[in-house]
């Protein structure tokens, strides 16, 4: 089902789009090791994963609360970058699976007047548009360009496009578990990588919706879309931007035969129709599916995910 949260690429329907043609992927080489990025060391341990909260969405799988150990590993201080995508693909020529349907989903109120009519609404949630040429490259469509955004998240990249970065850098997506124990930042059951406060003094901690969604951001926190990476404080274990800014891929499925699991919520989340900027809600999507909110974070050592 689309959601505020992503739809997926089987939610463009009966679109009228002309996808590019698929084009070969270079087989991966070594990575420079520079262009991945700082990865923090965790001890791992036991940890309460999950939760009871009122407010948030049992279906999703929340809880219950339970007990669960992860071994000691290393994760990502932050997303992956614009500037490191663009350094694995000179390297290795990927092409990502936006490119090569030739669309990929954005939020209508970022595009303009011409690339919104050339685009078409997801029929359950129309503020999401699925636009012809948008993709990692290209955030919103014909004209845009990550040229003054290199230390932003990537979006519009797949499960499977993130899985190819992990292959070529020497790294791989969290569990779902990892992801978790790693954005509570050390801290026992609470709502948010800080505390339960959602803005404590009146700081905003993270880049989230504000306003009346989905037609009015005041963007209270400095961003409509996008933040720069290490925006906000980070946490107790020094991860930025754990929740809001854009989902982050893991390895795991959502439950069984089904999608991959998402983290985090994004820069579109709003307590008043997706509060899943909370750490341990989750969501989950298509492994070939690609939106201008979701992103990743890499890891390494640990448990080998099944």
């Known amino acids: 089902m689309p959601s505020c949260c992503a739809p997926g690429h089987g939610d463009a329907g009966t679109i009228a789009l002309s996808p590019a043609p698929?084009?070969?992927?270079?087989?991966a080489v070594p990575a420079d090791r520079q262009a991945i990025g700082r990865l923090v060391e965790l001890p791992?341990?036991?940890f309460l994963m999950g939760t009871d909260d009122p407010d948030g969405f049992p279906a999703d799988g929340e809880g219950p609360?339970?007990?669960?150990?992860?071994?000691?590993?290393?994760?990502?201080?932050?997303?992956?970058?614009?500037?490191?995508?663009?350094?694995f693909v000179d390297t290795t020529g990927h092409v990502t699976e936006a490119e090569e349907f030739g669309f990929s989903f954005v939020f209508g109120g970022f595009l303009s007047d011409e690339v919104a009519a050339a685009s078409a609404a997801v029929a359950a949630v129309p503020w999401w548009r699925a636009v012809p040429g948008s993709n990692w490259r290209h955030p919103e469509g014909a004209g845009s360009s990550v040229t003054t955004r290199q230390d932003h998240p990537v979006v519009h990249v797949s499960w499977n496009d993130a899985q190819a970065y992990c292959a070529w850098s020497g790294t791989r997506l969290p569990t779902e578990a990892e992801w978790e124990y790693a954005a509570r930042g050390g801290l026992e059951q609470r709502r948010y990588p800080w505390g339960d406060e959602l803005t404590p003094g009146g700081r905003h901690m993270c880049n989230i919706w504000q306003g009346d969604f989905p037609t009015l951001n005041t963007a209270e926190d400095g961003w409509e879309g996008t933040a720069p990476v290490t925006s906000f404080r980070p946490n107790g274990f020094g991860l930025h931007n754990v929740v809001g800014n854009v989902w982050e891929w893991c390895a795991d499925r959502f439950a069984p035969g089904a999608g991959r699991v998402m983290r985090g919520g994004s820069y579109l989340c709003h307590d008043s129709y997706c509060n899943r900027y909370r750490v341990a809600a989750r969501s989950s999507n298509t492994p070939d599916s690609s939106t201008g909110n979701i992103g990743f974070r890499v890891a390494a050592g640990g448990a080998t995910p099944s």
Do not use: D, K, L, S
């Open 65 to 87: 609360v339970r007990e669960v150990t992860v071994a000691p590993f290393r994760i990502a201080a932050t997303t992956v970058t614009n500037a490191q995508f663009a350094a």
């Open 22 to 27: 698929p084009r070969p992927r270079t087989a």
């Open 44 to 46: 791992g341990g036991r």
